[in-house]
């Protein structure tokens, strides 16, 4: 590939961290304003669980690109709050596997207008074949990556 067809990374590298850190301004103004008493990341790992309940905190640290220590600190202020309980493993007692409260269930389902309106907002304006094919190229993007 010469460099005539060579795509501008940097422009695009730099479009993709001022996304990023917008959305996190604007979720945690949002969070603020509505009074959740939870941090984005404590919000990503219910959503998460919501998912795909009984991850052991290892497997919740690696989706959530946190390290152990700051997964288990996550971990432990949705556990005070009484929003995930962790169970011993059935095949490893050592291992606790992490699941949601009835209590967390119906957080999320206030939690649910929340996460319309952050996209809402998001995707305000935007052509839907658009927002596919950024979605492609940036799972494309993250296939390369993980790939390394």
Do not use: W
Not at 34 to 41: C, G, H, Q, T
Not at 43 to 63: C, D, K, N, P, S
């Amino acid at each position: 590939m010469n460099n005539k067809d060579r795509v501008e990374e940097a422009p695009f590298f730099k479009s993709l961290g001022r996304c990023f850190m917008a959305l996190k301004r604007c979720t945690s103004l949002l969070l603020s304003r509505k009074s959740f008493d939870l941090s984005m990341e404590q919000i990503m790992v219910l959503f998460i669980l919501r998912h795909e309940e009984g991850l052991h905190l290892t497997q919740l640290a690696e989706i959530c690109d946190r390290d152990k220590t700051t997964a288990t600190r996550m971990i432990g202020g949705l556990e005070r709050r009484n929003l995930v309980v962790k169970v011993p493993s059935k095949t490893d007692t050592r291992r606790k596997l992490i699941y949601l409260t009835h209590l967390a269930k119906e957080k999320l389902k206030e939690l649910a207008p929340f996460a319309e309106e952050m996209q809402s907002i998001a995707m305000n304006g935007l052509d839907p074949g658009d927002v596919e094919l950024a979605q492609d190229v940036l799972d494309k993007m993250a296939n390369n990556l993980e790939g390394k």
